[in-house]
């Protein structure tokens, strides 16, 4: 059973890999790995603990989560982006460009940057705004600089890096998935908590809850009790030229495709043909073209999501076309509060005058 989150692929890129079943429940396996998780969970909290190497002259807002794997940390920070933007403001998106063989800083170029050179994640951000790839975020961070000195009302905006320790970030936005939530509770390798809980808590500013689960309750009562504020919002459907009945092929390589069939089901498509990849997964012509000869065999309409279409660029012939045949199902965050990114991007800015 996969307890290693990634792999490297033969061309440098990542292979992600699904989270391991019994990261949901203390089963015998999760007991088993718990002495390895003690001693991961001292290691990560002494890299967590450092002090920041650097502080930008820009407010940085942190988009992170508290485990392994996806939690809505891109269309958060994509929300910020665009609410940035219509305050008047020039914000940077930095992110490392998961999946990606560039280690930076660069910044990154639509028109000759594909996934496996920056990670689908950049491409959806550098839509919205200029944006940098940095393994080294403190490098990423001087490079969103440049970009800025001719703007005013710079800000950067990290997708990912909460557990960073070498960047000073100004306010710390905790992403938390209902249905996943915090899985058994255990860390790294037991469980799918990168540091042990409490201390990620406590060093958070922010959290929003996304989505409905069962768990999501108890960790924002524990945020209550350590003074944080939490908020809740949940992933809609943007607007679907397609009718209600069309008959599909899923397919999606993202960390939990039971988002994406909810949203089709939402949208009432029926789903008679699924693909589910791994996380980030780099797409092959070969698999382009089944998908291909699976839609046209059932005379079934191809739909995806926006982080697999932007993996098909550069695939091969058949990538292509499954490009230009695939509808994109676009998703987008929505607030119980929906003034909660202008109040988060002011809170920023207080901080970072403030410093």
Wanted: charged share 25%; glycine share 8%; proline share 5%.
């Amino acid at each position: 059973m996969a307890v290693i989150m990634a792999l490297k692929h033969r061309d440098g890129r990542l292979w992600q890999m699904k989270a391991p079943e019994f990261w949901k429940e203390r089963g015998m396996l999760a007991w088993l790995l718990y002495p390895i998780s003690l001693i991961y969970g001292r290691i990560s909290l002494s890299r967590f603990n450092k002090p920041a190497r650097y502080k930008a002259h820009l407010p940085v807002i942190c988009v992170g989560n508290l485990v392994a794997g996806g939690a809505g940390k891109t269309p958060m920070a994509m929300s910020l982006g665009k609410a940035a933007v219509s305050l008047g403001l020039s914000p940077i998106f930095l992110t490392r460009g998961f999946g990606g063989t560039q280690e930076g800083p660069i910044e990154v170029s639509l028109d000759h940057h594909s996934a496996a050179d920056v990670g689908d994640e950049a491409l959806l951000l550098a839509r919205i705004a200029p944006t940098v790839v940095a393994k080294d975020r403190v490098q990423g961070a001087k490079l969103a600089e440049k970009l800025c000195e001719k703007q005013e009302g710079g800000i950067v905006i990290m997708d990912d890096g909460f557990q960073n320790p070498y960047l000073y970030k100004d306010l710390n936005l905790v992403v938390v998935d209902a249905q996943q939530s915090l899985g058994n509770d255990f860390v790294m390798p037991a469980g799918p908590l990168r540091a042990p809980l409490l201390p990620q808590v406590r060093r958070a500013d922010l959290f929003v809850v996304i989505g409905e689960g069962e768990r999501a309750p108890r960790l924002r009562q524990l945020a209550a009790k350590l003074g944080k504020a939490s908020n809740h919002a949940y992933l809609k459907p943007a607007k679907c030229n397609l009718l209600g009945g069309t008959r599909i092929l899923a397919f999606c390589g993202i960390g939990h495709p039971g988002k994406f069939h909810r949203t089709l089901k939402e949208l009432e498509l029926e789903i008679i043909e699924k693909r589910d990849f791994a996380d980030h997964h780099p797409y092959t012509n070969s698999e382009a073209r089944e998908l291909l000869d699976i839609a046209e065999q059932q005379n079934l309409t191809v739909v995806t999501t926006a982080k697999d279409h932007v993996r098909l660029k550069g695939v091969g012939e058949a990538g292509d076309t499954l490009a230009k045949k695939a509808l994109v199902i676009e998703v987008e965050i929505a607030f119980d509060d929906s003034s909660f990114p202008r109040r988060a991007i002011e809170q920023a800015q207080r901080k970072f005058s403030r410093r």
